[in-house]
């Protein structure tokens, strides 16, 4: 049997909203938006979206962190934690690649007393003339686009089996070349307009289900 990684997106999975989108509406007013129009019809790459909106950002670390997490907004979907301990019990490793920020990913998960999970997600420089945010592959070489399936291919010539957990368009890449999907919201959509098998879910209590019923070694 082929050993098994788990890869796992980050805001509308992990957390029930996206988190930098709500960052975004509170410190960049809502200029970003057309970007994300731009964005969501392929007419920019993820990195372009990203060095537009988050340098719109002026705050800093201290500020966005405190407001990560405190805001009565950003949810973890439950069963999230208990999910993270069933797979270092089985000894499934998991890996969270997220088109979000590694400072805000990192600080939720350490609320959560989550310490150790591989982060792969936009490096975060802080500056009072906007935030700089970059995407680093596997490789450690800048990615303007496809940073979430390098991640997935890279795993997959590391002879992994990948169960792919996600929510959004941007998740159908990587989904499209994992042996199983979990999927909710938008890529549940994608994956059935696509036929692609895929089990879904609306909490973390369910993906435990399906990961346990797929008898993974």
């Known amino acids: 049997m082929k050993k098994t990684v788990i890869q796992l997106d980050f805001d509308g999975t992990v957390t029930e909203e996206d988190v930098s989108f709500l960052l975004l ?19 920019i790459s993820v ?5 537009k909106v988050f340098g719109m950002i002026k705050a800093d670390e201290k500020d ?12 973890v979907r439950s069963g999230f934690k208990e999910f993270i301990d069933y797979c270092k019990n089985n000894r499934i490793k998991v890996i969270v690649v997220s088109n979000g920020l590694d400072f805000y990913i990192k600080a939720i998960l350490n ?16 500056s ?5 945010a970059r995407y680093l592959g596997p490789d450690g070489r800048d990615l303007d686009d496809g940073f979430k399936e390098a991640y997935t291919d890279t795993l997959i010539q590391k002879g992994y089996q990948v169960v792919y957990i996600g929510d959004g368009n941007s998740d159908i ?20 307009d696509e036929k692609l098998k895929c089990y879904t879910f609306s909490n973390f209590y369910d ?11």
Request: positive net charge.
């Open 111 to 126: 609320k959560l007393g989550i310490k150790g999970l591989e982060v792969h997600a936009a490096d975060s420089v802080f």
């Open 207 to 217: 993906v435990i289900k399906i990961i346990d019923n797929l008898k993974l070694d």
């Open 64 to 75: 966005l962190t405190n407001f990560v997490l405190n805001s009565p907004r950003v949810k």
């Open 173 to 192: 890449y990587p989904s499209r070349k994992a042996d199983y999907i979990c999927a909710t919201a938008q890529l549940l959509a994608r994956c059935r």
């Open 47 to 51: 990195a372009a979206f990203s060095k």
């Open 25 to 43: 509406d509170e410190f960049a007013g809502n200029k970003w938006r057309k970007y994300l129009e731009e964005y969501s019809f392929g007419n």
């Open 128 to 132: 009072p003339d906007g935030m700089k």
